[in-house]
């Protein structure tokens, strides 16, 4: 049943930095081709680092200086350019100015640093396992408030991140692909009259819906399908989220939404989006009409 066109593609070459708007997509079991192959690191720590505990990442735009490709590890990884709100440009090639520009950014010792191999798992390695008050931090939770309800996540992911900052090899979060669509977007700006643009909640792909509905429509797809030219994507749970949304984005010309953390526990149960793997991969197009196949 077609039932979305795509209207939207986007590629963060840096994790948790803003990134690319691109008109079409490779897609393979990673990901898409480009997709959080660089991340900020503290040397100290030592840990792989995002937003969640560094927010001054979000004022910074990434963007390739070189074709990427899905496979990419180490030094092969294509060169990025950071750009700040204020101007100031920064590249990869140059390590050592770029990592001291970026701490003198965040106030910290950091370095720009390139995906590991899976082999590399010290690189991906947390200092201590993952808690649940730490999971709370990181999700920005009320104190009183529960963590969400992880069942839907599969087990080897859930124990990856118990122990690594991200699924050891790869850099996203916790799944390849995150899909967005334009009903749930609309439903949540209606609810709370916050600003809810896209770019506050780094989807992969966005969708615009046939028939549009007000409502968190993605969230009935989990288990199934969605096929896009020849790529298939399996819908395997609901994306939490932090508070990173509420963040300002000078960048973007984004300010901040204090009340949009608390507007999605209250209305969408914090789920916003959802989490897919890639079933069959290959590229994706700016206006690719969506089936959505049930299991």
């Given at each position: 049943m077609r039932i979305a066109i795509v209207k939207e593609l986007w590629r963060y070459p840096v994790k948790s930095c803003g990134g690319e708007s691109l008109n079409s997509a490779l897609i393979g079991a990673g990901g898409v081709c480009g997709d959080r192959h660089w991340s900020v690191y503290d040397p100290i720590a030592p840990i792989i680092r995002s937003a969640k505990q560094w927010p001054r990442l979000l004022e910074l735009r990434a963007e390739y200086l070189a074709p990427s490709s899905l496979e990419d590890y180490g030094n092969a990884v294509a060169p990025v350019r950071l750009t700040a709100h204020d101007g100031s440009v920064y590249e990869s090639s140059d390590s050592t100015a770029c990592d001291d520009w970026l701490s003198h950014w965040l106030g910290t010792p950091a370095q720009l640093k390139p995906r590991a191999p899976l082999s590399d798992s010290a690189f991906y390695a947390l200092p201590n396992a993952r808690t649940e008050q730490q999971i709370?931090?990181?999700?920005g939770l009320d104190p009183n408030e529960p963590l969400p309800h992880f069942a839907a996540f599969d087990e080897d992911v859930a124990a990856a991140l118990q122990f690594n900052a991200t699924p050891p090899g790869f850099l996203y979060d916790a799944f390849p692909v995150h899909v967005l669509t334009t009903d749930s977007l609309q439903f949540l700006e209606n609810a709370c009259r916050l600003d809810a643009d896209v770019r506050r909640f780094r989807p992969n792909i966005l969708l615009e819906m046939i028939s549009p509905s007000c409502a968190t429509t993605e969230q009935g797809w989990v288990g199934?399908?969605?096929?896009?030219?020849?790529?298939?994507?399996?819908?395997?749970?609901?994306t939490s989220r932090c508070s990173m949304p509420g963040r300002a984005q000078p960048g973007f010309d984004l300010r901040e939404e204090k009340g949009l953390p608390r507007a999605m526990a209250e209305h969408v149960d914090r789920n916003l989006g959802v989490n897919v793997r890639v079933?069959?991969?290959?590229?994706i197009k700016v206006g690719d009409p969506v089936q959505l196949l049930q299991p």
């Open positions: 709370a931090r990181e999700l199934a399908t969605l096929k896009i030219g020849g790529v298939a994507l399996q819908v395997n749970s609901p079933i069959e991969p290959g590229t």
